[in-house]
């Protein structure tokens, strides 16, 4: 039985035992690519066969990845770090379902071949219709270069970003090296700030206890010049009487007696290396009360053994 004509734009029907060919959109006028088995004289078509335009599931080519413009490059290192690792992720991504994409365009074409060289062996007459469809596959497979080239493209996009992305992770190194070294001298000021202020606040504290001190000083000279008024007056007194001034010993030639001391000693009323000498533990207890001292150090620095010494002499 004698296959019907083939109509352009319309598919023909599928022999029996063969499986089926994809749907095609209509055929636009196309010439007849050189690389068709041609056909025999009397079934050859008299003028270029259409040839259909790229199926509507091919992907437009990508737009070329922008460069980041100079006002990105103030963001953080890690935010543009992570912005081109999502970037560089999408791209392949892409570049994967592109691959099997033309995977399964090289099976599709490479089963049409096959079809078409059973067909032209088997129908002569539909030759025509058979370079109409081997047009179509041109056509296709000029869309699957064009995606392959598209892969190159990305391919070399990919390459940039990650190069771009080895260089954002050497800065970021090298700032987060120049902020610990900031903080390391941070921490060393810090701590030198401490030290100075606890050394301010130690000569505070000395400055305060040297004025109470000298305060003490000023208070006890005043009032040992009362004392000496007093001692004169009644000296003046004495004499008045005709009693004439009690005998006094310098008290301040017993090691550790000062001019404080004396004056102390002298309200005590010992003004004599005698009474001094005969001292007992409870006098020398209750002249370090009174001096405010401990009577150890009485002991220590010899009061009573000078004080007898010298009374000898």
Do not use: Y
Not at 50 to 56: G, I, N, V
Not at 210 to 229: F, N, S
Not at 259 to 282: I, M, N, S, Y
């Amino acid at each position: 039985m004698r296959p019907p004509p083939a109509v352009p734009g319309v598919p023909p029907p599928a022999a029996p035992g063969a499986p089926p060919l994809p749907a095609r959109p209509a055929p636009a006028s196309v010439t007849l690519p050189s690389a068709v088995r041609p056909a025999p004289p009397s079934v050859r078509p008299p003028s270029p066969v259409a040839t259909a335009p790229a199926p509507s599931s091919a992907r437009p080519p990508p737009s070329p990845v922008a460069t980041a413009p100079a006002s990105v490059r103030s963001v953080p290192a890690s935010s543009e770090l992570d912005q081109t690792k999502r970037v560089l992720a999408t791209k392949l991504a892409e570049l994967s379902a592109l691959n099997t994409e033309r995977e399964q365009w090289v099976a599709r074409l490479a089963e049409r071949d096959a079809r078409i060289t059973e067909l032209e062996a088997a129908h002569g007459v539909e030759l025509p219709r058979l370079r109409t469809r081997v047009v179509d596959l041109e056509s296709e497979l000029s869309v699957v270069k064009h995606e392959v080239d598209r892969l190159g493209h990305l391919d070399a996009e990919a390459a940039a970003l990650r190069g771009q992305a080895r260089r954002i992770e050497a800065a970021a190194a090298e700032h987060a090296a120049r902020v610990s070294v900031v903080e390391a001298a941070l921490a060393e000021r810090e701590a030198r700030v401490i030290e100075l202020e606890r050394a301010l606040e130690l000569e505070r504290s000395q400055a305060a206890r040297v004025a109470a001190l000298e305060a003490l000083l000023d208070d006890e000279r005043a009032k040992g010049a009362e004392r000496e008024a007093r001692l004169r007056t009644l000296e003046s007194e004495l004499e008045g009487l005709g009693w004439g001034s009690a005998p006094v010993d310098d008290l301040t030639r017993i090691k550790g007696i000062g001019p404080k001391f004396r004056e102390a000693l002298h309200d005590l009323g010992v003004t004599r290396f005698a009474q001094l000498a005969a001292w007992t533990e409870g006098d020398v207890a209750a002249a370090a009360a009174r001096l405010r001292i401990l009577p150890a150090r009485i002991v220590r620095e010899g009061w009573v053994e000078s004080a007898a010494r010298l009374a000898r002499a």
